[in-house]
């Protein structure tokens, strides 16, 4: 943006009954961080968080590589647990930042060398498990690689283990009651009501622990056309019928709905390979959604020797920030299962301080 003073004319937006937009921010956010007018780019960042635009991860990138350029080591520290809570998994681009800043000389000066273990740990407890929010920690050049996580979500370079970030149960039913509302919304011409749903889930409810058998959803017109009416398919589809464990989602109806408010609703896991990019997802928001679907996600491959499960990993793919100081900065990766998703990995030599490796 080669005037970004020009496209910063937000602030008469509200006078006039406009809403702002995500969009409208770019040009003038970018140009200033082009520029390297720092006061400039954290106010329109400001503007933004006054009016509830949630930058994502361009703009946070941006200004991720302002505030490296213009060694103002808090607000780095800030952008960096902004990308945590909000993108959780960074591009190759903002991670080449990242990089950028641990192995300059500003992050090796930042730092409190002898903080407040119970503090650090406190910040551990109160923000869910991951991150404690206490600054930098420690002191020194930081050691910075690429490395990955073994099964258990062990770092193949430091030897710290990850943890597993908890969601507040409290979140998850609100994010299934919203879900009703969304799908009213959206379905209003399939008669889409809550009840449709509430027997799905009581369905599931009603299946003996000893006996559960996987609830199978598939739409109306899977379970009757095409490869059903082969014998062998359709004496399957008998089968799952008589034990209760298929429903078949009514003509006209998004069968997203319904597995998706299942699975909420029991806490169960989802056994599909759709990583869930399209239109009705983004509905969705990237608050809760990624996080549920990180703990409920099970992939399958299919060999010549069977299908093979692949399980939810027992620790979070996100920015981790330990109570030793260390980072670790998870890469995105594409859908191939047999590739091993990359990490950053940031850490410093530990001096003075014997420190718990991982809050269980």
């Known amino acids: 943006m080669e005037d970004p003073e020009m496209a910063f004319n937000l602030k008469q937006l509200k006078s006039c009954g406009i809403p702002p937009k995500l969009r409208l921010y770019g040009p003038p956010l970018f140009g200033f961080c082009k520029k390297g007018d720092v006061d400039r780019a954290y106010e329109v960042d400001a503007h933004m968080v006054e009016s509830g635009v949630v930058a994502e991860e361009p703009e946070l990138c941006a200004l991720l590589g302002l505030s490296v350029e213009s060694r103002q080591v808090d607000r780095v520290y800030e952008m960096m647990h902004r990308l945590r809570a909000s993108v959780r998994q960074v591009s190759e681009s903002t991670a080449e930042v990242v990089e950028q800043w641990f192995n300059s ?62 969601i507040d149960p409290r979140e998850t039913e609100n994010f299934a009651s919203s879900l009703t509302k969304l799908a009213c919304q959206r379905e209003v011409k399939a008669d889409f009501v809550q009840f449709q749903l509430n027997s799905v889930v009581n369905r ?72 869930m990019r399209d239109h009705l997802f983004q509905l969705l928001g990237t608050s809760f959604f990624p996080r549920w679907k990180e703990k409920h996600q099970v992939r399958l491959t299919m060999t010549r020797r069977g299908p093979i499960l692949h399980m939810p990993p027992p620790y979070s793919i996100v920015i981790q920030e330990s109570e030793q100081g260390s980072w670790h900065v998870p890469t995105v990766t594409d859908d191939d299962l047999e590739t091993p998703r990359q990490w950053l990995c940031a850490t410093r030599t530990r001096k003075n301080h014997q420190h718990p490796q991982h809050l269980e």
């Open 105 to 166: 000389e500003d992050a090796a000066g930042v730092g409190e060398e002898n903080w407040d273990v119970g503090k650090v740990r406190e910040g551990v407890i109160k923000g869910g498990g991951g991150w404690h929010g206490q600054g930098w920690l420690g002191k020194g050049k930081w050691k910075v690689v690429r490395t990955e996580m073994d099964e258990a979500g062990v770092c193949q370079s430091c030897d710290e283990k990850l943890v597993c970030i908890d």
């Open 204 to 275: 599931l409810r009603q299946i003996s622990p000893s006996k559960r058998l996987p609830l199978v959803i598939l739409h109306r017109s899977r379970v009757t056309g095409g490869p059903a009416q082969n014998p062998n398919n359709e004496k399957l589809i008998q089968s799952w019928k008589k034990s209760g464990a298929l429903c078949a989602t009514p003509v006209g109806l998004n069968d997203n709905w319904y597995w998706l408010y299942a699975v909420v609703n029991c806490n169960c896991l989802l056994v599909t390979n759709d990583e």
